[in-house]
T-cell receptor
Framework: GAGVSQSPSNKVTEKGKDVELRCDPI?????LYWYRQSLGQGLEFLIY????????KSGLPSDRFSAERTGGSVSTLTIQRTQQEDSAVYLC?????????????FGPGTRLTVT | QQPVQSPQAVILREGEDAVINCSSS?????VHWYRQKHGEAPVFLMI?????EQKGHDKISASFNEKKQQSSLYLTASQLSYSGTYFC????????????FGKGTKLTVNP
């Protein structure tokens, strides 16, 4: 079956512009996560959605970052007034149920470059 | 809350063994191991739940010491395909169910 998909695969934007990154999780997966990975660095947790529960936004680095998940499926991560330090690969992952015993399936990521 | 991985990097010759450690200062419910090859998304290896279990998959196995809040990933008779960055992720007891990853261990296997 289809895996997690993300779009766009690459995004170059000017400092100060807003960007939207999209994630399509695996059908039937109720949990969805966003991570950020800077060059050569680890996986930084951003936000976690589980079903109809309020999302865990504790990893969002500033109020310029927001995310929503519509209809319990597709998710959009929005970064407003982008800064150069926002440049990174943004990874989305989904799992069948919430943690702790279900594996996450990662999408290929969106590489964001802020010039 | 981020788990600590060690070592940061390992260089092996094909056929050698390696151990990657992951530790937390908080009580853990589960430990997850993933491998990421350069330019690719992380891929799931295994999950260990509290109870001190050990799992194996081919020549890659892992243990979870609940008392010490530590997990170790064992790679035996390493193959070239084992090269990549290994991440452990942890879920702490009593808190949010979010998975927090360590900074990773870069493993290089040379011929």
């Amino acid at each position: 079956g289809a895996g997690v998909s993300q779009s766009p695969s690459n995004k170059v934007t000017e400092k100060g512009k807003d960007v939207e990154l999209r994630c399509d999780p695996i059908s039937g997966h109720t949990a969805l996560y966003w991570y950020r990975q800077s060059l050569g660095q680890g996986l930084e947790f951003l936000i976690y959605f589980q079903g109809n529960s309020a999302p865990d936004k504790s990893g969002l680095p500033s109020d310029r970052f927001s995310a929503e998940r519509t209809g319990g499926s597709v998710s959009t991560l929005t970064i407003q007034r982008t800064q150069q330090e926002d440049s990174a690969v943004y990874l989305c992952a989904s799992s069948f149920k919430s943690q702790p015993s279900y594996e996450q399936y990662f999408g290929p990521g969106t590489r964001l470059t802020v010039t | 809350q981020q788990p600590v991985q060690s070592p940061q990097a390992v260089i092996l010759r094909e056929g050698e063994d390696a151990v990657i450690n992951c530790s937390s200062s908080k009580a853990l419910y589960s430990v997850h191991w993933y491998r990421q090859k350069h330019g690719e998304a992380p891929v799931f290896l295994m999950i260990l739940l509290k109870g001190g279990e050990q799992k194996g998959h081919d020549k890659i196995s892992a243990s979870f010491n609940e008392k010490k809040q530590q997990s170790s990933l064992y790679l035996t008779a390493s193959q070239l395909s084992y090269s990549g960055t290994y991440f452990c992720g942890t879920i702490t007891q009593g808190g949010s169910e979010k998975l927090v990853f360590g900074k990773g261990t870069k493993l290089t296997v040379n011929p």
